[in-house]
């Protein structure tokens, strides 16, 4: 028997309201809960994000190194622009423009509160013939 179910991972920021609103769309996906002080959302492939309100939450300042990268979220993607797209299009801004090294394609963004994020691509890969 699996003891953890399911996780949540949840952001600190000041107007949880409005980034649930920003991941609810990004991710097409649905709030599922919601008190004064955090909003919950579920996107359409089961990810489960939460948005608590802190107003003295401070940001990390990642990429620059003033302070440390303490944690930031990875969305795997089979179009890179079209994702790309609608993230800029919902208020979200690219923080990094440089090609960063490694074997796969990314691009970094913040979400409208500051949270640093990374689109990677997933190459779509037809599937076997015979």
Not at 17 to 36: I, W
Not at 67 to 92: C, I, K, P, T, Y
């Amino acid at each position: 028997m699996t003891l953890v179910k399911a996780g949540v991972v949840v952001l600190d920021c000041a107007e949880p309201e409005r980034l649930s609103v920003f991941y609810k769309e990004f991710l097409e996906g649905e709030q599922t809960d919601a008190s004064a002080n955090l909003v919950e959302i579920r996107g359409a492939g089961g990810i489960r994000l939460a948005f608590r309100r802190d107003v003295n939450a401070t940001l990390p300042s990642w990429p620059r190194p003033e302070n440390s990268l303490q944690a930031h979220l990875v969305f795997l993607v089979e179009h890179m622009d079209e994702a790309e797209r609608r993230v800029v299009g919902l208020g979200g801004r690219p923080i990094e423009t440089k090609d960063p090294a490694g074997p796969y394609e990314e691009r970094r963004y913040a979400d409208p509160a500051g949270h640093p994020f990374t689109l990677r691509l997933v190459p779509i890969t037809a599937p076997k013939q015979g």
